[in-house]
């Protein structure tokens, strides 16, 4: 098939693309690099630099392009800028996505998988969270997300378009070469390897008084390789004019520690704490509930273990200790 990867220039959108081109399909990148790297894009596909708020861009490229269908993660993504900047969030997250919708729909492209977000469901009561938790976004992210999710629900029942909406937990790992490289970075993974690294003293630790087993917060990992598995069975399980929701985690949750203790042992090095409190609106515990994708589109992680999303985490922060930036 031929395939338009937006945001194929950041972390998950890169490594999605190559998966696709090793499994034989031709891939346009489009990414306007605001977040993106050049050098992330993998060898073989054709790189667009537009911004999807760019609406005649867009549509050149989708109706010029003759594509199959389109995985769509180009979004901004920080909670924090959310909450201080949501207009930035809608109008980006929204409005672009709407650009794409209506591009796609004018040129008759006829699947669409969707990089959505746990963020949906904000501070859930019941953990495991299923697909069936009424969303309750927290924040401007979150909400932003569940309105394209809403969007592209109408869009299929509409115009017939057949999309997957991937609902992730905490990504990890790296994969080929390909990693995380984010400024500001604010995941805990790769903050942890900074420390291990010597580029910075200390890994910042959140919370230490929650009702989990070691007082810290529990989150659902889930390597990146395993996660682009996931958006290759979610374009065959693309149906028309259906628009289909699947949450995607390990099932498993980690907490801050027993992560930290995996990096200690994957680097053989001591990664000294800050012990800080909560921050606000953060919830003890997230994990998914992924029986609903392993079922219908026959999803098996590969690497569900701390060690394995670290260690590929560990060789990219190795050979890249200053990012894509070298």
């Known amino acids: 098939m031929k395939l338009l990867v937006t945001g194929g220039a950041g972390y998950i959108g890169s490594i999605v693309a190559r998966q696709l081109l090793a499994d034989g399909h031709a891939v346009t990148v489009l990414d306007n690099l605001e977040r993106g790297h050049r050098q992330a894009v993998p060898e073989g596909a054709e790189l667009v630099v537009a911004d999807l708020l760019d609406r005649d861009a867009v549509d050149a490229t989708v109706r010029d392009g003759g594509f199959d269908g389109a995985m769509h993660f180009a979004a901004l993504a920080l909670v924090a800028e959310s909450v201080s900047h949501p207009e930035r969030y809608y109008r980006t997250n929204v409005g672009g996505t709407l650009n794409l919708l209506e591009a796609m729909t004018a040129a008759g492209v006829p699947r669409l998988v969707f990089s959505s977000t746990c963020a949906v469901y904000g501070q859930p009561d019941e953990v495991p969270i299923a697909e069936t938790t009424v969303p309750m976004p927290v924040n401007a992210y979150g909400a932003s997300k569940l309105a394209v999710d809403l969007m592209i629900r109408d869009f299929c029942t509409a115009s017939g378009l057949g999309a997957v909406s991937l609902r992730y937990f905490n990504v990890a790992g790296a994969s080929g070469g390909l990693g995380e490289d984010h400024d500001p970075e604010t995941h805990l993974i ?117 060690e394995e999303m670290v260690g590929d985490a560990w060789s990219f922060a190795k050979a890249r200790p200053n990012g894509y930036s070298e």
Do not use: C, M
């Open 190 to 306: 790769p903050n942890i390897l900074r420390v291990a690294l010597g580029s910075a003293e200390a890994v910042n630790v959140y919370g230490t008084d929650y009702p989990t087993r070691d007082g810290t917060a529990v989150r659902d990992y889930i390597h990146v390789e395993d996660l682009a598995d996931a958006h290759l069975l979610a374009l065959d399980g693309a149906r028309a004019s259906e628009h289909r929701v699947f949450n995607l985690g390990n099932g498993t949750g980690f907490s801050v520690r027993e992560v930290i203790a995996a990096a200690e042992t994957v680097t053989g090095r001591e990664i000294p704490v800050n012990e800080s409190p909560r921050r606000p609106g953060d919830p003890p515990e997230l994990v998914a509930a992924s029986a609903l994708i392993r079922s219908q589109l026959g999803w098996d992680p590969q690497k569900p273990t701390l």
